[in-house]
């Protein structure tokens, strides 16, 4: 468990610069230039490639034969185009300011779905992994707590400059960590796949094992809502007399997540696919009660109950995931499904953009209502009959899945 130590420390300081990029880039364009606007250009460079990059840089994961090297580049990359924006970011030609963001947005997938690959190798199959997951997914909402707050405080007693080096100096501890872990290396003779035939087994993994296609289209769904609760709550706290509680409302979510991914998260007496619709349920079930309230203070504490029924979530989705990818393909499956959430979350915040004149109260119900639609979702997805027989091959001599995903030894 000593490596797993090392993996938490990589992953918390990694995701604590992810999380922490969206509110850096834009105060370092409107410190500079005046514009938030021009900020949130910035950052949609940034983001548009993670989603992109996503089924390749997977593949590339998979079939790399030094994946030491591979992890630890791509953090580095990240590292240098978070240094490299916060110097160049209303100094220079705007073309290359995007060039940069986009360079650094194709590292982002290794940074989410690709670190969290790594945990099978690092812990042995069984509660012990199940237990790993929760801490890992605790990291991402750790760093939804702190990374926002950090850059806020640094930004405001320094210069937003700075609070980017801080994500920058997160990213390069990450990559430090990272060269310490153990990585299998692949055998000279593997004959891996290529990009994109592995890019399409990932995809073939997502459709053709029932578990892993039920998790990925509700999780797809309910991440439209969540992508448009940041701008919902802002109008919710605007229409409740409070415009600048919004980001109270999302740090009570967050901190909700956070203690809901350390508590029930680790629940591994619950199969993971009940507590994939538990959460939703329940997170449906108070933001719903959340859009009738009549004061900030009580929507907070409806909005701690959500995260607190969504932290679980994150841990069930990569429990799933690691017990149902076949290996040859896990790394894909992995940044595949945090690739198609965030494209999920970037739908919803354009669509709650489209619709920002509506009543917050309605946009919130609607929210809800994708939580429990993605519930139903998950139910109808995983209760259908048994998946196709021989759906996913592994490459992985020995190896091959069952009609449930699960590995078994010399099947056919």
Not at 20 to 30: I, P, S
Not at 154 to 162: C, I, L, Q, R
Not at 268 to 274: E, H, K, L, N, Y
Not at 372 to 384: D, N, Y
Request: proline letters at 6%; one cysteine or more.
């Amino acid at each position: 468990m000593g490596g797993f130590g090392r993996y938490l420390a990589a992953a918390l300081a990694a995701r604590f610069a992810n999380e922490g990029m969206g509110m850096a880039v834009v105060l370092l364009a409107l410190e500079r230039t005046g514009s938030a606007a021009h900020g949130a250009f910035v950052l949609t460079a940034w983001l548009v490639p993670n989603v992109l990059a996503a089924p390749l840089a997977g593949a590339a994961a998979a079939r790399t034969r030094r994946p030491r090297l591979f992890h630890v580049g791509a953090l580095a990359g990240f590292t240098a185009a978070v240094a490299a924006l916060a110097l160049l970011l209303g100094r220079a030609p705007e073309p290359l300011v995007f060039a940069v963001a986009v360079l650094g947005g194709t590292c982002g997938p290794m940074v989410t779905g690709g670190m969290s690959s790594l945990v099978t190798g690092l812990v042995p199959a069984g509660p012990g992994r199940d237990r790993a997951y929760g801490w890992d997914a605790s990291t991402y909402n750790a760093a939804a707590v702190t990374a926002p707050a950090v850059v806020s405080l640094v930004a405001a007693t320094v210069s937003a400059g700075p609070a980017m080096g801080v994500l920058a100096a997160a990213t390069a501890l990450a990559a430090a960590l990272a060269a310490t872990l153990p990585y299998e290396d692949r055998a000279a003779g593997a004959a891996p796949l290529g990009p994109l035939a592995g890019a399409a087994a990932g995809l073939a993994a997502l459709w053709r094992v029932r578990e892993l296609r039920a998790v990925t289209a509700a999780t797809t769904v309910a991440f439209v809502g969540i992508g448009s609760l940041t701008t919902t709550s802002v109008l919710l706290a605007t229409g409740l007399g409070s415009p600048g509680a919004g980001g109270v409302l999302m740090t009570a979510f967050a901190v909700g997540a956070l203690a809901g991914s350390l508590t029930l998260g680790r629940m591994t007496s619950v199969a993971p696919g009940r507590l994939v619709r538990w959460a939703m349920v329940g997170t449906g079930v108070a933001l719903t009660a959340a859009a009738f309230t009549p004061s900030v203070a009580v929507t907070a504490a409806l909005f701690a109950v959500a995260g607190v029924c969504d932290g679980p979530l994150l841990t069930a989705t990569l429990r799933i995931r690691a017990e149902y990818a076949p290996d040859g393909v896990r790394t894909q499956v992995f940044t595949l499904g945090a690739g198609l959430k965030m494209t999920a979350a970037s739908a919803g915040a354009a669509l709650v953009g489209l619709a920002a004149d509506a009543p917050a109260g309605l946009l919130l119900t609607g929210i809800a209502g994708l939580q429990f639609a993605a519930a139903l979702v998950h139910v109808l997805t995983v209760g259908r009959g048994p998946a196709p027989t021989g759906a996913v091959t592994e490459p992985s001599a020995g190896f091959a899945t069952t009609p449930t995903g699960r590995r078994s030894a010399g099947a056919p």
